[in-house]
Nanobody, 121 residues
Framework: QVQLVESGGGLVQAGGSLRLSCAASGRTIRTDGMGWFRQAPGKEREFVAGINWSGASTYYADSVKGRFTISRDNAKNTVYLQMNSLKPEDTAVYYC??????????????WGQGTQVTVSS
């Protein structure tokens, strides 16, 4: 069993940056594909970014490509999401996920509770 705890969310002005962290516990995540998703009010949860077990392959939604960077530190059992040039439409609850099942963009075995990101215009 893996527990995931997200941190680093908050309120930021448009154009600003935030760095989200996802700390895993329970077992190592070094063999797991990891991902970040987000859900805005009234919308379905959507894929944001994914990273394979080694960090050699990363995947991004078109809406964040070039602005967000996913990375991982397997020694710290932690995954990060660096978010730059934030826009009001990035406002959402961001969720960390571990152990993708058939690829980075959909099903994962474990989910965190989420952290709120609010971007003001």
């Amino acid at each position: 069993q893996v527990q995931l705890v997200e941190s680093g969310g908050g309120l930021v002005q448009a154009g600003g940056s935030l760095r989200l962290s996802c700390a895993a516990s329970g077992r190592t995540i070094r063999t797991d594909g990891m991902g970040w998703f987000r859900q805005a009010p009234g919308k379905e949860r959507e894929f944001v970014a994914g990273i394979n077990w080694s960090g050699a392959s990363t995947y991004y939604a078109d809406s964040v490509k070039g602005r967000f960077t996913i990375s991982r530190d397997n020694a710290k059992n932690t995954v990060y999401l660096q978010m730059n040039s934030l826009k009001p439409e990035d406002t959402a609850v961001y969720y960390c996920a571990a152990g993708w099942i058939s690829g980075p963009t959909s099903q994962y075995r474990y989910w965190g509770q989420g952290t709120q990101v609010t971007v003001s215009s």
